[in-house]
Each structure stands twice: as C-alpha cells, then as structure tokens.
C-alpha cells in the first residue's frame, strides 16, 4: 500500500502547529522583523487566536510589544477580520476601537492587520502593524503586509505538510 492509498483526513490544532507554547517559528519571527522595517512601523506582531480560551497569544513581535502576552480576544479590534478574512485598517484606534487592548493597553493608535490562515484556510492568527501615532495605512502598505502574512501562512502549511507525511509513513510502516 503507497502514499496514494493512504488519506490523512485531520485538523492541525494550534499546539500541533508549535504556534502556542514553544519559541516563534523562525520563518514567522524573520518575516515579522521584515514587515516591521519595510512598514516602518512602531511594530509589528503575529497574534494567534486561540479558541480553547478565548484569547489572542503574542507569537512573534517586532518591537515594544512583549511575546508570549495574552489578550482577550473579546477586548480585541481583530474579530472583524477573523470573521471577514480582510485586511483591517484602522488609521485611528483612539476613535474606533477606543476600549480595544491594542488602544488602551498596546498604546498603539493605528492598526493594520492581515489574517494569516492555517492549513484548512480557516483564520488562526492576524500579521498586525502598529503605529503610536494615528496613521491611514496606504494601499502600497496594506499589499505588503498581506504578503508578509501570506509568507507566515505558508510556513504554517509546510510545517502541516510535514506532519501530515509523517503520519502517512507511520501509517504505511504498520
């Protein structure tokens, strides 16, 4: 019996993934300090949302904002985007999203944020910009950054890829 035989049908959870405990992907950390130079930004973060308890979890962060940090997605200006799968640009979060943790507790008053997608092309996590400073985001910015999140999101799938392999070898050796 070969591979072709073989059907893996499985949902890569976020553990599975390494996206919440362990140190940054590396690629998402190199990505996350590329985007953060060529924005321009005060930083750049890739949050993860994790369902099991309803927060969003700091993976990988270019600058003034602290990894391994949880928020409470509920308190976030990032549901619209989950549930859109757009880029969300928010040039003034003081007015928006005045009560949303990336206003009071980031201190952060622009936001530009790209979802990044998991293996079944569902929202795991947000590529976000920060600027302290109210800021409107430009079209030539909002590509970039969702191209960025569009490198984060393939190196979510390679690493799916791999586990999936395995476990058709494993399989395959029984």
């Given at each position: 019996m070969g591979f072709a035989h073989t059907r893996v049908k499985r949902r890569?959870?976020?553990?599975?993934l390494g996206l919440l405990e362990g140190p940054p992907l590396k690629a998402s950390k190199i990505v996350?300090?590329?985007?953060?130079?060529?924005?321009?930004?005060?930083?750049?973060?890739f949050f993860v949302f994790d369902d099991t308890c309803g927060e969003i979890?700091?993976?990988?962060?270019?600058h003034q904002i602290k990894l391994?940090?949880?928020?409470?997605?509920?308190?976030?200006?990032?549901?619209?985007?989950?549930?859109?799968?757009?880029t969300v640009n928010v040039p003034n979060l003081k007015i928006s999203y005045a009560d949303s943790i990336e206003a009071k507790v980031l201190k952060?008053?622009?936001m530009l944020a790209a979802p990044?997608?998991?293996?079944d092309m569902s929202p795991i996590g947000a590529l976000v910009a920060f600027d302290r400073n109210a800021r409107d985001w430009t079209?030539?910015?909002?590509?970039?950054?969702?191209?960025?999140?569009?490198?984060?999101?393939?190196?979510?799938?390679?690493?799916?890829?791999?586990a999936t392999i395995e476990i058709m070898s494993a399989n395959t050796n029984h």
């Open positions: 890569y959870d976020l553990t599975e996350t300090e590329a985007a953060w130079e060529s924005l321009k930004s005060t930083s750049v973060v979890l700091v993976h990988a962060a270019a391994g940090n949880r928020y409470p997605i509920y308190t976030s200006a990032l549901p619209e985007l989950r549930e859109d799968l757009v952060m008053a622009a990044v997608l998991g293996p079209e030539q910015e909002r590509e970039r950054l969702e191209n960025f999140a569009y490198l984060v999101t393939q190196e979510i799938i390679l690493r799916a890829s791999f």
